[in-house]
């Protein structure tokens, strides 16, 4: 699988912005789609993920209510509404495919991974 990650950008706090997550190839093993993220000097931190089937998804308490997970099944994209966004979501968010793995918002459990996108919010 391979995942493209797109939508960054700059924006003022308060702002909205929308990623999206293309995936092409085998979806072989696949089971949802997340999207972490990680801001300069820090540890990269899930953020949110949708599991297919059921459709359940999943969000960081941080971005509770503030961010939104979407998948349009068609075109094979995953999306990630961003709304109020604040200066502290300042990261390179990446997508990444889940596998098997149990945990929702461990890295370990996603097996494919895009190539990251820059969100600035400014003050």
């Known amino acids: 699988v391979q995942l493209q990650a797109s939508g960054g950008g700059l924006v003022q706090a308060g702002g909205s912005l929308r990623l999206s997550c293309a995936a092409s190839?085998?979806?072989?093993?696949?089971?949802?789609m997340g999207w972490f993220r990680q801001a300069p000097g820090k540890e990269r931190e899930f953020v949110t993920a949708?599991?297919?089937?059921?459709?359940?998804?999943y969000y960081a308490d941080s971005v509770k209510g503030r961010f939104t997970i979407s998948r349009d099944n068609a075109k094979n994209t995953v999306y990630l509404q961003m709304n109020s966004l604040k200066p502290e979501d300042t990261a390179v968010y990446f997508c990444a495919a889940k596998g098997a793995g149990a945990v929702v918002t461990r890295a370990s459990s996603y097996i494919y991974w895009g190539q990251g996108t820059l969100v600035t919010v400014s003050s």
């Open positions: 949708i599991i297919w089937g059921g459709g359940s998804t």
């Open positions: 190839g085998r979806s072989f093993g696949v089971y949802g």
